[in-house]
């Protein structure tokens, strides 16, 4: 029995291996015909106009500038909310409350962009008079609100972990419930945290549909929030969407694009994994 | 007024303001779901959910995204199920604290966190091109069911983490050995937070939508599914097609789109509902 289930936990390394061969194997021929340099350093990405550009650094921009605009949202607000629910709030409170921004993570994301695209967009649209129907910043502020509740629940635990002497200890000193919650309880948390906001930067990053639908499909090197923009997920959508011939050098950029992302969040969640296990350490 | 009192009022003001970032977020859901619900209601009824999609909006179901969603959400859980507790069981019973097991345990810490496109490009290479089932229902939810294997697996080991030692030492005391132990005692024991991840993971697959675009699944399909080898369709990825349509006079596609949306928060709320009902039910009566 021990073997039939060893197989079935082997089958996740068998996935590793999967992804990693097939992103490498396939942008091995793509980068037979582009050189590295090339696509890290040339600042244009059109891949099936007949000037043909395969630059990544649009893509990148685009990805990177919708994910800054989600977390400038995002950690601010997750980190509060923990911070609120696990000094401040009533018990009974809570209990009511976290099954309610556990629906926020549970939405679809599609469904996000359609609100993103028809409700938030044509919203800010009577503020900002040059944003465009698509543009990255009410996908970022869409997506960032997605993702408070990764960053408020994880926190929330990391907080939860820290031993209830240090609290009482500060109390003693008569501090009130800020100056404890920021000057010894925060601090204290501060290796969970940080990883629940590289977990969360790395879901933004790899976040697909609220950026195809409602930040567009134009690569643009760009740093202003109210244009269109293209970002690597919505970049492989569309291309995967096309009629781009399969085998063509044009369709091999969906996984040169690919192996861009996974190195990106694998080297994030990476981080994040080593920070969690030294804070275990810590503190069994 | 002293140094204390504005230490007070700067806590009694963080207070509110922590409050007010907790609604934030239920505000901005209520307003959303209240302009899905008020643009999409009228839509939503039987002819809605009988009809196949039309070029004319007023005429477009969602039928065959319906059948194609079950169809996918059938499989996947038939693949990733098993797979996915075995795998939690062996993890958390079998691979305790040796190299192998901490090699494991990075490997799914870094699977939990690959994005999902990724997955269909896996998906696209292996399922769709090397094993030729081509753009079916079957590679569909082979690459939902690597997709959710992280998360059935981690909610596994957190059921199974929670049943006390205790009863693994009344077993063997009896005389059962390991694989008796996990039967007879660990898995009934610890089934109520298994079946939990198990359908938050299930939740999770029937939003998907990237993954499935990747593997080239059609966003218009004017037939049943017949088998596991059909093309096919899902809700999530009729509304993609649907959201990106221009306005008709004859029309038009925001109406369709938000009614598309309410079946599938429905199927989604739905799930998540069962899951925290059970959570809690489980949670009152295990008391160890």
Redesign the interface.
């Known amino acids: 029995m021990k073997r039939v289930l060893m197989i079935c936990a082997i089958i996740t390394v068998l996935t590793t291996v999967g992804i990693v061969w097939v992103l490498f194997s396939e942008s091995y021929t793509f980068f037979q015909h582009v050189s590295i340099w090339d696509f890290l350093t040339d600042t244009k990405w059109s891949p099936v106009s007949t000037e043909k550009h395969f630059g990544i650094l649009p893509l990148l921009s685009g990805t990177l500038l919708t994910t800054i605009i989600s977390m400038a949202i995002a950690v601010p607000m997750g980190v509060t909310i923990a911070i609120y629910l696990s000094e401040y709030a009533p018990k009974k409170f809570r209990y009511y409350i976290k099954p309610m921004l556990e629906i926020l993570a549970s939405v679809p994301t599609v469904v996000y962009g359609f609100f993103a695209l028809t409700v938030v967009t044509p919203f800010l649209q009577n503020y900002i008079p040059n944003l465009s129907g698509f543009n990255a910043l009410s996908a970022g502020l869409v997506m960032g609100i997605m993702i408070i509740p990764m960053i408020s629940s994880l926190s929330e635990d990391a907080l939860y972990a820290v031993p209830k002497s240090l609290r009482e200890g500060a109390y003693g000193m008569g501090s009130t419930r800020l100056q404890t919650s920021f000057q010894v309880i925060l601090p204290a948390a501060s290796s969970g945290i940080i990883v629940s906001i590289i977990l969360a930067f790395a879901r933004a990053v790899g976040e697909t549909m609220i950026v195809t639908v409602a930040a567009g499909n134009m690569a643009n090197l760009t740093a202003d929030p109210r244009e269109t923009v293209a970002t690597i997920t919505a970049f492989i959508v569309n291309m995967s969407t096309g009629d781009v011939p399969q085998d063509s050098i044009e369709y091999q950029t969906i996984f040169a694009a690919g192996v861009t992302l996974f190195v990106f969040t694998f080297i994030l969640n990476s981080i994040s994994f080593l920070i969690k296990k030294r804070f275990q350490e810590k503190y069994d | 007024m002293t140094n ?1 009192d504005k ?2 009022i ?2 009694k003001m ?2 509110y ?3 007010a ?2 609604f ?3 505000f ?2 209520l ?2 779901l209240s ?2 619900v008020i643009s999409g209601w009228q839509k939503v009824d039987f002819d809605f959910l009988s009809s196949f999609p039309s070029s004319r909006p007023k005429k477009a179901g969602i039928y065959p995204a319906l059948i194609g969603t079950l169809w996918i959400l059938g499989l996947t859980a038939i693949i990733a199920l ?3 507790i ?2 939690g ?3 958390e019973e ?2 305790k604290k040796s190299k192998m097991a901490n090699f ?1 345990e ?6 939990a ?10 998906g ?3 399922f769709v091109r090397t094993l030729n089932f081509g753009t079916s229902i079957l590679s569909g939810a082979c690459t939902l069911a ?1 997709l959710i ?2 998360i059935i ?1 981690v909610s596994t080991r957190e059921a199974l983490k929670a049943v006390p030692d205790s009863i693994r030492q009344a077993s063997y005391g009896m005389g059962a050995n ?2 008796q132990t996990i039967w007879h005692q660990v898995l009934p024991a610890s089934s109520g937070g298994i079946i939990t991840g198990i359908i ?1 993971a299930i ?2 697959a ?5 993954p499935l ?2 593997i ?1 699944a059609a ?1 218009y399909i004017t037939y049943i599914p017949e088998d596991a080898m059909s093309n096919f369709t899902v809700l ?1 990825m009729q ?2 097609d649907w ?2 349509m221009p306005e008709t006079p004859d029309g038009d596609y ?1 109406t369709i ?2 009614a598309g ?1 309410i079946v ?2 429905m199927i ?2 739905l799930l ?1 509902g069962i899951a ?1 009902f059970l959570r809690n039910r489980w949670q009152k009566k295990v008391k160890w």
Do not use: H
């Open positions: 204390a230490n007070r700067k806590d963080f207070g303001f922590g409050m970032c907790t934030f977020g239920i901005m859901l307003i959303f302009d899905i098993p797979i996915g075995a795998a069981v062996y993890f079998y691979a494991l990075i490997n799914l810490a870094n699977l966190g690959v994005p999902s496109i990724i997955y269909g490009l896996l696209l290479q292996i690597l294997l992280p697996i390991t694989w938050l939740s999770r029937i939003g998907e939508t990237a675009i990747v080239g966003t999530p509304i993609y959201v990106g925001k789109s938000s949306i599938l928060l989604t709320f998540n925290v």
